[in-house]
Structures are given as C-alpha cells and as structure tokens.
C-alpha cells in the first residue's frame, strides 16, 4: 500500500478506538466490573486520609487490599476534590460516579498514549526506517481484552502504560551499547518502581532481565550488569515500601485474599489443563459462563477476543439467568470462530520472533517475558485455585501477555508488508474482517449510563 493510504488508514483506526473508548465510558459504569465494589471500598478508605497522609485499606476495609496504590490514586484523587466541592448528606456515594468516570477518562488517555509509545518503540527496532503505525493499530484495535480493561478500576491499564515506556528505555539503551548514565538508570529505575507499584502483575515483567545477563556478550556484560542492577536498586527504593507494608501486617510481600496452597498439578482437575472435546465445540458456538466451568486456555481465550464472564453485556445484570445470553453467546461463538486464524497468526509470530531478530537483546527480552508472564500466571492459577468456577481466570489479568505478543505480531507484519505482498494483503483484509465483525464485542451493552 502507498505511504498515503497507510497514513489516512492510520487515523481512521485511531478515531474508531476513540469512539469505542469514549462510547464505553458513556455505557459503562466501572461499578459493573471485576470485585467492583471492593475496589470502590479500596478508593473510599485512601481517598479519607488523602492529602494528609498516606494511609492504606486493611484486610477489614476490602478484599483488595493487596493491591499496590498507583490504580487507585487517580479516583481517590478526584474523590477528595468531589468531597470538598459537594454539598450532600451522602457525599461516598454521590462521588463515586464522578471519580469512577474521571478514572475512564485518564486510563484511555493511558492507553492512547501507551499505543503511541509502542508505535515508537517499534520503529526504533526498525532504526526509525519504517513506518509501523497502520500495522500496530490494526492488530491493537482488535483486542476486546484492552476495551474491557480501560474502563473499570483497577491497575492493569497502569502496567499497560509503564510497560510501553519501559520497553521503549529499554531499546534505546540497547541502542547505545547500554551505557551507564544516570538519566538511565533513573528512567528505567522509576518505571520499575512504578510497575511494582501499578498491580503485582507486573514482577512478571523483571525476571527477564536478570536471565539476559547469560546471553549478553563478554564485551557488554558488565556495563549491562551496572545498568540492570542500577536500575532494580532504584525501582526497589521506589516501591519497596508498600511490599514492607504488606510484610509487616501479613507476614508475606505477596499477600492476597486466597490462600496460598502450594504448587501442585493436583490442585486442579484434568479439565483445567486439557478441556474435553464438547467443550472446545462450545467455544465455538456458545462461549460464556457457566459452559467450560475452571478451564484454562478456553476461558482465557474467549475471555480475550470476546467476554467469557459477561460482565460487558447484560448477563452481568442476572448471572444465574442472564439477559440475551442466548443471543450473546452465538455472536460470541462467531467472535472466537473468526478470530482462530489470528491467534496462530500472533503465536506464530512469538515463536519465530527470536528466530530472525536473534542478536537483537530486545527481541530475547520479549520472548522471555511473554513467557514467563503466561506460566507465571498459570503457576499463580495452580497455586490458588478457584473451584468450581475459576473465577481468577480472566484475560485482563494478563493483559500484559496480550499485548506483548503484539511487538513481534507487528515486525512480521511490518516485514510481510516490505516482502510478500500476497501474504500481507490477504491478512490485512482478514484483520480488517475480525475488526468489523467483532466490533460490538468493544462495546458495553449496557445503556446510557448518565
């Protein structure tokens, strides 16, 4: 395609994304979303003490009290400028609306803006040669995981936007043989401190850097072993605090509100490893709750292009009977259907990434993390079990792992584009299909919330 085409293709994505985000933020009230109300709890109880001190909810307060404070800091924010601005006798409760929106609006400005850095990292890895934009949109856009995400409140968006500046420091140090300076160790450091600091996801991100040390070259390891090391020294002052916080009240840095059980491949039924196959044709044709109960890859993958749980449509109203769940589940079956080309397509892409881009320390970073992040995630699975339903098993969780595939998805795109046009054209029209056909999988079912 001419360079024209692409650009104007570009906007185009760009103003469907804003509307969807934007129609989400009318049509969807965070309350709706995952252990809502005791996030709303988790907002109430550090938004009273906020801005004389910093004072963080017990396990009596809320449920999430493990979670770090970064994602809650916006609406608590907003709940203390409601707080002195109202004049009400049930000032908690009429502020929610107002912080609760307020928070939307920031996280899809977080996510327009973790989009535009990616874009930019990537082109980096092109040593700025190539444009990557219509690529990345069209394959971020059709991510109904990212829509679901950015409009409740919770921490992942954060991981999403720190993520992308981290890797984006990352490929430039690389880029300049990863000298030590002190804005980059600094700027890499406080990215670090702040992913610690958005949702315990993140840590998924870090063991990567320690296991490139045994693949960097003699003649950078040590400058890499300064900056790394730097770098976590800086983001483990940055942060550490509230994981001593949690130590100190709960005996654990990890603290959470299941218990911890162990590892074992016993703690979970065969079906959460290996569905049968009548389950496998429901993700097909009906893929929402309760069908394929505490199933790993079916829920995560319906839960990723579509919405397992319900909680984007009416079901989420009546969970025992639902509202249209008939007709949700068969366009939801249709979602999946349509959508299995495109997840070999990114699994593809992860496998051979490392393969053509090898001497690339970036490309190995990549891979490293979406891999650690997926079995992290199913340790974290295994370890806490959620039976019979396996109600932790949910694609925002890790939407970092979604959106990391992205990268290599993209530079083969990228790549197609600049070689094999008879392979690229096809997948862009296929792309642009699942773009248009699972469109209203992006958007809230619910009505006009104001």
């Not at 017990?58 to 409601?82: M, W």
């Not at 000298?179 to 992913?195: A, H, R």
Request: charged letters at 15%.
């Amino acid at each position: 395609m001419k360079l024209n085409y692409i650009n104007k293709l570009s906007w185009v994505l760009i103003i469907f994304i804003l509307i969807i985000g934007f129609y989400n933020i009318l049509h969807y009230d965070p309350l709706y979303g995952y252990d809502a109300e005791a996030h709303y709890n988790y907002v109430d109880h550090f938004s009273r003490y906020l801005p004389h001190q910093i004072n963080l909810p017990d396990i009596e307060n809320t449920r999430e009290f493990f979670n770090p404070p970064i994602g809650y800091l916006v609406p608590s924010i907003a709940q203390v400028l409601c707080r002195n601005i109202l004049t009400s006798q049930t000032l908690l409760e009429d502020c929610r609306p107002i912080y609760a929106t307020v928070s939307q609006i920031v996280q899809l400005l977080l996510y327009l803006l973790s989009i535009f850095v990616n874009i930019k990292t990537i082109s980096l890895f092109f040593e700025n040669k190539k444009n990557v934009t219509f690529e990345y949109l069209l394959l971020v856009s059709l991510m109904a995981v990212n829509y679901k995400t950015i409009v409740q409140i919770r921490g992942e968006t954060y991981i999403l936007f720190f993520m992308s500046i981290l890797l984006y420091l990352f490929l430039k140090t690389e880029k300049n043989n990863f000298e030590f300076k002190i804005i980059t160790f600094l700027g890499l450091g406080i990215t670090i401190g702040l992913l610690a600091l958005s949702r315990q996801w993140a840590f998924l991100l870090f063991p990567g850097f320690f296991i490139l040390i045994f693949f960097i070259n003699k003649y950078q390891k040590k400058k890499y072993f300064n900056l790394i090391f730097s770098s976590f020294f800086v983001g483990f002052i940055f942060s550490s605090w509230f994981y001593f916080s949690l130590l100190f009240r709960y005996g654990s840095f990890t603290s959470f509100n299941k218990e911890h059980i162990g590892f074992s491949f016993f703690n979970q039924p065969l079906s959460f490893y290996i569905p049968d196959f009548s389950d496998l044709f429901l993700m097909f044709t009906e893929p929402i709750r309760p069908n394929f109960s505490n199933q790993f890859l079916t829920i995560l993958y319906s839960d990723f292009w579509g919405d397992y749980w319900g909680y984007f449509s009416f079901t989420s109203r009546n969970l025992e009977e639902g509202r249209n769940q008939l007709l949700i589940g068969e366009y939801l079956g249709r979602v999946n259907l349509f959508s299995f080309f495109a997840t070999v397509f990114f699994i593809f892409c992860f496998i051979n990434f490392r393969k053509f881009h090898k001497q690339i320390i970036f490309s190995r970073y990549i891979t490293l993390s979406i891999t650690i992040s997926f079995f992290g995630y199913l340790w974290f699975l295994i370890s806490y079990p959620e039976l019979p339903t396996g109600d932790t098993i949910k694609a925002t969780y890790m939407v970092q792992f979604f959106n990391l595939l992205l990268i290599p998805s993209t530079i083969k795109l990228v790549n197609f584009r600049e070689s094999k046009h008879v392979i690229y054209n096809p997948l862009i029209l296929y792309f642009t299909f699942i773009f248009l056909h699972n469109f209203s999988s992006y958007l809230s079912h619910f009505p006009y919330r104001f």
